[in-house]
T-cell receptor, first 116, second 113 residues
Framework: AQSVTQLGSHVSVSEGALVLLRCNYS??????LFWYVQYPNQGLQLLLK??????LVKGINGFEAEFKKSETSFHLTKPSAHMRDAAEYFC??????????????FGKGTKLSVIP | NAGVTQTPKFQVLKTGQSMTLQCAQD?????MSWYRQDPGMGLRLIHY???????DQGEVPNGYNVSRSTTEDFPLRLLSAAPSQTSVYFC????????????FGPGTRLTVL
Protein backbone atom coordinates (compact mmCIF):
# COMPACT_ATOMS: atom_id res chain seq x y z
CA ALA A 1 0.00 0.00 0.00
CA GLN A 2 1.13 3.49 -0.74
CA SER A 3 1.23 6.16 1.93
CA VAL A 4 1.98 9.80 2.52
CA THR A 5 3.59 11.43 5.56
CA GLN A 6 3.38 15.14 6.16
CA LEU A 7 5.81 16.35 8.79
CA GLY A 8 4.25 18.90 11.08
CA SER A 9 0.52 19.26 11.56
CA HIS A 10 0.96 23.02 12.13
CA VAL A 11 3.51 25.37 10.61
CA SER A 12 3.75 29.09 11.39
CA VAL A 13 5.72 31.56 9.31
CA SER A 14 6.00 35.32 9.26
CA GLU A 15 4.59 37.23 6.33
CA GLY A 16 7.32 37.46 3.68
CA ALA A 17 9.22 34.42 5.00
CA LEU A 18 9.89 31.19 3.18
CA VAL A 19 7.17 28.55 3.31
CA LEU A 20 8.33 24.92 3.44
CA LEU A 21 5.80 22.13 3.91
CA ARG A 22 7.22 18.64 3.96
CA CYS A 23 5.83 15.53 2.30
CA ASN A 24 7.33 12.07 2.03
CA TYR A 25 5.69 9.17 0.27
CA SER A 26 6.11 5.46 -0.03
CA UNK A 27 5.46 3.79 -3.34
CA UNK A 28 6.59 0.61 -5.05
CA UNK A 29 5.97 2.10 -8.48
CA UNK A 30 6.60 5.55 -9.94
CA UNK A 31 4.02 7.76 -8.26
CA UNK A 32 1.88 10.66 -9.27
CA LEU A 33 1.98 13.28 -6.54
CA PHE A 34 -0.28 16.19 -5.74
CA TRP A 35 -0.58 19.13 -3.39
CA TYR A 36 -4.05 20.41 -2.55
CA VAL A 37 -5.03 23.47 -0.53
CA GLN A 38 -8.14 23.87 1.60
CA TYR A 39 -9.25 27.32 2.71
CA PRO A 40 -11.55 27.49 5.74
CA ASN A 41 -14.99 25.97 5.16
CA GLN A 42 -14.23 25.14 1.55
CA GLY A 43 -13.44 22.10 -0.54
CA LEU A 44 -9.98 21.17 -1.79
CA GLN A 45 -8.29 22.92 -4.69
CA LEU A 46 -5.34 21.60 -6.66
CA LEU A 47 -2.10 23.56 -6.19
CA LEU A 48 0.18 21.47 -8.37
CA LYS A 49 0.93 17.93 -9.49
CA UNK A 50 3.90 15.79 -10.51
CA UNK A 51 3.34 13.40 -13.38
CA UNK A 52 6.90 12.25 -14.23
CA UNK A 53 7.74 15.16 -16.52
CA UNK A 54 9.87 17.91 -14.90
CA UNK A 55 10.94 17.21 -11.32
CA LEU A 56 10.40 20.85 -10.33
CA VAL A 57 6.73 21.62 -10.60
CA LYS A 58 5.26 25.11 -10.49
CA GLY A 59 1.73 25.64 -9.28
CA ILE A 60 -0.73 28.38 -8.59
CA ASN A 61 -0.24 31.29 -6.17
CA GLY A 62 3.58 31.12 -6.41
CA PHE A 63 3.95 27.64 -4.95
CA GLU A 64 6.30 25.01 -6.30
CA ALA A 65 7.41 21.51 -5.34
CA GLU A 66 10.37 19.35 -6.22
CA PHE A 67 10.14 15.60 -6.72
CA LYS A 68 13.21 13.86 -5.27
CA LYS A 69 13.10 10.15 -5.95
CA SER A 70 16.20 9.39 -3.85
CA GLU A 71 14.57 11.01 -0.82
CA THR A 72 10.99 9.93 -1.67
CA SER A 73 9.99 13.52 -1.03
CA PHE A 74 7.75 16.12 -2.62
CA HIS A 75 8.13 19.20 -0.42
CA LEU A 76 6.07 22.31 -1.13
CA THR A 77 7.73 25.73 -1.06
CA LYS A 78 6.94 29.38 -1.61
CA PRO A 79 9.65 32.06 -1.36
CA SER A 80 7.53 34.67 0.39
CA ALA A 81 4.43 33.94 2.47
CA HIS A 82 1.34 36.08 2.18
CA MET A 83 -1.53 36.34 4.62
CA ARG A 84 -3.85 34.76 2.04
CA ASP A 85 -1.72 31.58 2.11
CA ALA A 86 -3.10 30.68 5.54
CA ALA A 87 -4.91 27.40 4.90
CA GLU A 88 -4.53 23.66 5.28
CA TYR A 89 -2.35 21.86 2.76
CA PHE A 90 -2.60 18.22 1.79
CA CYS A 91 -0.08 16.09 -0.01
CA UNK A 92 -1.49 13.10 -1.92
CA UNK A 93 -0.21 10.15 -3.95
CA UNK A 94 -1.99 7.90 -6.35
CA UNK A 95 -2.50 4.37 -5.12
CA UNK A 96 -3.51 1.35 -7.15
CA UNK A 97 -6.84 0.10 -5.81
CA UNK A 98 -7.39 -2.88 -8.07
CA UNK A 99 -9.20 -3.54 -11.35
CA UNK A 100 -7.07 -0.98 -13.13
CA UNK A 101 -8.25 1.81 -10.84
CA UNK A 102 -6.13 4.37 -9.04
CA UNK A 103 -7.25 6.44 -6.07
CA UNK A 104 -5.68 9.27 -4.15
CA UNK A 105 -4.21 8.62 -0.71
CA PHE A 106 -3.93 11.79 1.35
CA GLY A 107 -1.56 12.83 4.05
CA LYS A 108 -3.03 14.10 7.32
CA GLY A 109 -2.55 17.72 6.34
CA THR A 110 -0.47 20.68 7.50
CA LYS A 111 -2.17 23.82 8.70
CA LEU A 112 -0.21 26.90 7.71
CA SER A 113 -0.49 30.06 9.78
CA VAL A 114 0.98 33.33 8.54
CA ILE A 115 1.93 35.88 11.18
CA PRO A 116 1.71 39.55 10.20
CA ASN B 1 -20.22 24.31 -15.65
CA ALA B 2 -21.28 23.96 -12.02
CA GLY B 3 -18.49 21.41 -11.40
CA VAL B 4 -19.16 19.12 -8.43
CA THR B 5 -22.18 19.96 -6.34
CA GLN B 6 -23.21 18.49 -3.00
CA THR B 7 -26.40 18.72 -0.99
CA PRO B 8 -27.14 19.40 1.76
CA LYS B 9 -24.40 21.68 3.12
CA PHE B 10 -25.28 20.88 6.71
CA GLN B 11 -27.23 18.05 8.33
CA VAL B 12 -27.98 16.96 11.87
CA LEU B 13 -29.19 13.41 12.44
CA LYS B 14 -30.13 11.34 15.43
CA THR B 15 -28.45 7.99 16.01
CA GLY B 16 -30.13 5.32 13.94
CA GLN B 17 -31.58 7.62 11.30
CA SER B 18 -30.76 7.11 7.65
CA MET B 19 -30.09 9.69 4.98
CA THR B 20 -28.56 10.21 1.57
CA LEU B 21 -25.89 12.74 0.71
CA GLN B 22 -26.22 13.87 -2.86
CA CYS B 23 -23.36 14.46 -5.28
CA ALA B 24 -23.54 15.47 -8.91
CA GLN B 25 -21.00 16.54 -11.53
CA ASP B 26 -21.52 18.01 -14.96
CA UNK B 27 -18.03 17.39 -16.41
CA UNK B 28 -18.76 13.88 -17.76
CA UNK B 29 -16.11 12.40 -15.47
CA UNK B 30 -15.85 8.64 -15.22
CA UNK B 31 -14.36 8.53 -11.73
CA MET B 32 -16.21 9.70 -8.65
CA SER B 33 -15.29 9.29 -5.01
CA TRP B 34 -16.54 9.98 -1.51
CA TYR B 35 -14.17 11.04 1.26
CA ARG B 36 -14.65 11.89 4.87
CA GLN B 37 -12.49 14.47 6.61
CA ASP B 38 -11.85 14.33 10.33
CA PRO B 39 -9.46 16.57 12.31
CA GLY B 40 -5.90 15.27 12.17
CA MET B 41 -6.87 12.40 9.88
CA GLY B 42 -6.72 14.01 6.46
CA LEU B 43 -9.19 12.70 3.89
CA ARG B 44 -10.09 9.03 3.89
CA LEU B 45 -11.73 7.28 0.97
CA ILE B 46 -15.14 5.76 1.67
CA HIS B 47 -16.30 4.47 -1.72
CA TYR B 48 -15.48 5.15 -5.32
CA UNK B 49 -16.84 4.49 -8.79
CA UNK B 50 -15.00 4.06 -12.08
CA UNK B 51 -18.14 4.47 -14.16
CA UNK B 52 -21.90 4.05 -14.19
CA UNK B 53 -22.86 0.73 -12.63
CA UNK B 54 -19.42 0.13 -11.09
CA UNK B 55 -18.57 0.89 -7.48
CA ASP B 56 -16.01 -0.35 -4.98
CA GLN B 57 -14.99 0.12 -1.37
CA GLY B 58 -12.33 2.45 -0.14
CA GLU B 59 -10.49 2.63 3.16
CA VAL B 60 -13.49 3.22 5.47
CA PRO B 61 -16.64 1.80 3.82
CA ASN B 62 -18.49 0.41 6.84
CA GLY B 63 -21.88 1.99 7.45
CA TYR B 64 -22.11 3.54 3.99
CA ASN B 65 -23.63 2.44 0.68
CA VAL B 66 -23.27 3.90 -2.78
CA SER B 67 -24.68 3.35 -6.23
CA ARG B 68 -23.92 4.86 -9.62
CA SER B 69 -26.85 4.63 -11.98
CA THR B 70 -25.75 7.59 -14.11
CA THR B 71 -22.43 9.22 -14.96
CA GLU B 72 -23.54 12.44 -13.26
CA ASP B 73 -24.75 11.26 -9.86
CA PHE B 74 -23.07 9.41 -7.02
CA PRO B 75 -25.16 9.44 -3.83
CA LEU B 76 -23.82 8.26 -0.48
CA ARG B 77 -26.26 6.55 1.86
CA LEU B 78 -25.91 6.26 5.60
CA LEU B 79 -27.96 3.26 6.60
CA SER B 80 -28.14 3.78 10.37
CA ALA B 81 -26.26 6.87 11.48
CA ALA B 82 -23.82 6.64 14.38
CA PRO B 83 -21.97 9.41 16.27
CA SER B 84 -18.72 8.09 14.76
CA GLN B 85 -20.02 9.23 11.37
CA THR B 86 -19.96 12.86 12.45
CA SER B 87 -17.62 14.34 9.86
CA VAL B 88 -17.30 16.52 6.81
CA TYR B 89 -17.99 14.59 3.61
CA PHE B 90 -16.50 15.49 0.26
CA CYS B 91 -17.40 14.18 -3.14
CA UNK B 92 -14.84 14.36 -5.95
CA UNK B 93 -14.60 13.49 -9.61
CA UNK B 94 -11.92 13.23 -12.28
CA UNK B 95 -11.60 12.20 -15.87
CA UNK B 96 -9.86 9.06 -17.06
CA UNK B 97 -6.13 9.19 -16.38
CA UNK B 98 -4.93 8.58 -12.83
CA UNK B 99 -2.71 11.66 -12.87
CA UNK B 100 -5.60 13.96 -13.64
CA UNK B 101 -6.83 16.48 -11.11
CA UNK B 102 -9.67 15.52 -8.81
CA UNK B 103 -12.33 18.19 -8.53
CA PHE B 104 -13.93 18.47 -5.12
CA GLY B 105 -17.37 19.57 -4.07
CA PRO B 106 -17.89 22.09 -1.26
CA GLY B 107 -18.61 19.42 1.34
CA THR B 108 -21.44 18.35 3.64
CA ARG B 109 -21.00 18.84 7.36
CA LEU B 110 -22.83 16.03 9.15
CA THR B 111 -23.47 15.81 12.87
CA VAL B 112 -24.92 12.66 14.41
CA LEU B 113 -26.30 13.08 17.92
Amino acid sequence: AQSVTQLGSHVSVSEGALVLLRCNYSSSVPPYLFWYVQYPNQGLQLLLKYTSAATLVKGINGFEAEFKKSETSFHLTKPSAHMRDAAEYFCAVTAYSGAGSYQLTFGKGTKLSVIP
Amino acid sequence: NAGVTQTPKFQVLKTGQSMTLQCAQDMNHEYMSWYRQDPGMGLRLIHYSVGAGITDQGEVPNGYNVSRSTTEDFPLRLLSAAPSQTSVYFCASRSGQNYNEQFFGPGTRLTVL
